[in-house]
């Protein structure tokens, strides 16, 4: 049921599912006493979220106006959060395993090839048309993330803003900042572009803010084929 009402949200569910992947928390307004399918809106489907136990209110701001801050309760629960936003971005949740594991462990190869493997079975590629159509993609997956690392997306960062900053949560685990780039000709060196996206990691200094062991990852993107540079700090 929540997995068909996530199929016809709109673009506010859609910003506010993609703030909590980013905080692990939302501000936002929930009706939990309507039925998502007697009336179909953004909060009554973050409402069936909470009465299902995806989501718990951490704070009540107005109980009148039905204004809340929601989180996802535990790591019990986030294992299956993990396996909803699976669903909403219409990818296998065993592949996205596969895909960060592979990241965790530093497995340049393994990780390319589970990514390209993912881009392969979505949805036509008209719906991946510039840069930050990959980014938005690839920060719905980084819920599998969230126990783990901090998720910084499109803020400030040294000279600029960067995509996507993974921020180890514990000092011994490796940090990750990715930089997206997207080709619109199929001529265009993708090897190069990847490396292009590094540069410019290190030329703004998005690592500002983080210490201890960082991985810059360049994903270069042509429609569904990408190339990726991975340099170690």
């Keep these: 049921m929540i997995k068909k009402a996530m199929e016809s949200s709109d673009e506010a569910f859609n910003r506010g599912y993609e703030e909590l992947i980013q905080t692990r928390k939302l501000e936002t307004l929930v009706r939990m006493e309507t039925s998502f399918f007697e009336m179909n809106s953004t909060s009554s489907l973050w409402g069936l979220l909470v009465n299902a136990g995806y989501l718990t209110i951490s704070k009540i701001?107005?109980?009148?106006?039905g204004l809340y801050v929601i989180k996802v309760p535990n790591q019990e629960v986030q294992q299956e959060f993990q396996k909803l936003t699976a669903h909403y971005l219409k990818v296998a949740g065993t592949d996205l395993f596969t895909m960060f594991s592979a990241l965790k462990r530093r497995k340049k190869e393994d990780f390319k090839d589970k990514y390209q493997r993912i881009l392969l079975?979505?949805?036509?590629?008209?719906?991946?048309k510039d840069e930050n159509s990959y980014h938005m993609m690839l920060l719905g997956m980084c819920a599998w993330l969230c126990h783990d690392?901090?998720?910084?997306?499109?803020?400030?960062?040294?000279?600029?803003r960067c995509y996507i900053i993974l921020k180890a949560r514990k000092e011994n685990q490796v940090s990750y900042i990715l930089e997206f780039k997207y080709a619109k000709d199929s001529n265009t060196d993708l090897k190069e572009l990847a490396k292009t996206a590094v540069e410019q990691i290190k030329d703004r200094k998005y690592d500002t803010e983080i210490s201890g062991k960082i991985i810059y990852i360049g994903l270069a993107h042509y429609q569904k084929n990408i190339e990726i540079e991975w340099q170690e700090k």
């Design 121 to 128: 079975t979505l949805p036509s590629y008209h719906d991946l």
């Design 61 to 65: 701001i107005s109980n009148q106006e």
């Design 149 to 160: 690392y901090k998720i910084i997306s499109n803020r400030e960062a040294g000279k600029g």
